[in-house]
C-alpha cells in the first residue's frame, strides 16, 4: 500500500485501514508537510514537520543566529523523518552529541491510526519516560513521525579546524596524548581521522574549534603551534555568513557512494580506536569519530557486535504494530 497525505490526520485515517486492512504500508508520501510550525528563538526551540529540508531549516535558524547542531553527510538530502528514521551524524558530534540529545517532542502515528504526541515544545516541561527516543533510528518500525520539536543552541561565532597527516598508528598516539595534555580555551569540536581511497599510511588527522571567537583562536593556535605538523584546513565565521556551518569535504567524500544505512559501523571504546584502525585492510577508505569510538569503513567487520535485546526489540515491535505493516526493525 502507498499512502500519500496532505496532514497528519489524513495519515492517521490511512494507518488506520492499512491495519484494519492488514496490508503492509509500502511508501508513505508526507511532501506536504514542510514547514516550520512554531520557532521561538528566546526559547530556543522549533518546532517542524515531518519533510521540512535540514538546510533550509538551518538557513532559516542561522538568521537568528542559531541552529540545530547536526551536520550529517549531504545535509541538503535529509528531511526531518529521514533524520528520526536513521539517526545520522557528523563530524561535530564531538562536542555536539546527536539527534536524541536536542528532540524534545514528537508527534506520531502509530501502526493503528493512532495520533500521539510526547515530550513537549519547551525544554522544561520535559519529564517522564522519554517516549519519543524509542523512535529515534528505528527506520520507521514502530510508527510516523508527522512534527518533532528541537532544543537548539547558539551558531558559533567562529570554527577552525587543523589537519595533519599521520604516518602510522603509533603516530596517531602519540598525537592524540599530545593535544590531551594541551589547555586551550576550548574543547574540541571536531577530532577525525580519514583516509581517502587508496591513501597511504593511516589517513588525516583533523581537529577542529568552534564557539566563542577568542576560545577557538587561542585554542587553534595552541594546536598548530604545539610542534603536530598542523595546518590549518578551514576557517569559518559567522559574522557575514549567509548559511551555518559548512559541510567538510573529507565527510562528503567518504559518503558519497553509500547511503547511512550502507557501509560498516564498528564503536569501540576510544583507546582502542587506534589499534581498531590499525586493522583495516591498506588503503581502505574509513572516517574515525576519535571523540566517540566510531569507526566508518567500507569492509568487513572487525569486532564482534554486542548481543542486541531481540526479545525486548520484538516485544516492542509487537506493542507498536502488531500487524506487521511497517518496515522491520533495523
Known amino acids: 500500500m502507498n499512502i ?22 509500502a511508501s508513505i508520501d508526507l511532501g506536504s508537510l514542510n514547514r516550520i510550525l512554531k520557532y521561538s528563538p528566546e526559547d530556543m526551540t522549533v518546532t517542524v514537520q515531518a519533510a521540512m529540508n535540514l538546510m533550509d531549516l538551518q538557513s532559516h535558524l542561522a538568521d537568528a543566529g542559531q541552529w540545530l547542531p547536526l551536520d550529517p553527510p549531504f545535509a541538503e538530502n535529509w528531511t526531518m523523518r529521514g533524520l528520526i528514521d536513521d539517526n545520522p551524524s557528523g563530524p561535530r558530534r564531538c562536542a555536539s552529541g546527536t539527534l536524541r540529545d536536542y528532540v524534545i517532542g514528537m508527534e506520531l502515528v502509530r501502526a493503528n491510526g493512532e495520533l500521539i ?21 528505528a527506520h520507521g518500525s514502530l510508527g510516523v513521525m508527522t512534527s518533532v520539536t528541537f532544543k537548539l543552541l547558539p551558531l558559533p561565532e567562529k570554527e577552525v579546524i ?39 599510511g593511516v589517513g588525516t588527522l583533523l581537529v577542529g574549534f568552534n564557539g566563542n571567537r577568542q ?36 565527510n562528503r567524500q567518504f559518503w558519497a557512494d553509500r547511503s547511512w544505512r550502507e557501509g560498516t559501523i564498528e564503536s569501540v571504546r576510544r583507546s582502542r580506536l587506534p589499534a581498531l584502525i590499525e586493522r583495516l585492510p ?12 566510531t569507526l566508518y569503513h567500507s569492509g568487513h567487520r572487525i569486532t564482534e557486535p554486542s548481543a542486541r535485546p531481540r526479545s525486548l526489540e520484538m516485544r516492542m515491535k509487537q506493542q507498536f ?4 505493516i511497517l518496515p522491520d526493525l533495523p
Open 4 to 25: 500519500q497525505v496532505q496532514d497528519s490526520h489524513g495519515l492517521a485515517r490511512a494507518m488506520a485501514q492499512a491495519n484494519a486492512d492488514r496490508n503492509p504500508v
Open 162 to 200: 587543523c589537519c595533519c597527516r599521520i604516518p602510522n598508528v603509533e603516530e596517531l598516539t602519540s598525537i592524540l596524548k599530545l593535544l590531551q595534555a594541551m589547555h586551550g580555551s576550548a574543547l574540541p569540536a571536531i577530532m577525525d581521522v580519514y583516509r581517502a581511497e587508496g591513501q597511504s
Open 321 to 324: 504494530d502488531p500487524h506487521g
Open 282 to 293: 591498506s588503503g581502505t577508505p574509513f572516517v574515525a569519530r576519535l571523540g566517540q569510538g
Open 117 to 137: 504526541k510526547s515530550g513537549g515544545q519547551v525544554v522544561k516541561n520535559v519529564a517522564g519516560f522519554d517516549l519519543c527516543k524509542l523512535f529515534i533510528g
Open 215 to 250: 576560545a577557538v583562536e587561542e585554542s587553534s593556535a595552541a594546536a598548530l603551534g604545539a610542534g603536530l605538523s598542523f595546518e590549518t584546513y578551514n576557517t569559518w565565521e559567522r559574522h557575514g555568513a549567509k548559511a551555518g556551518l559548512p559541510e567538510l569535504d573529507y
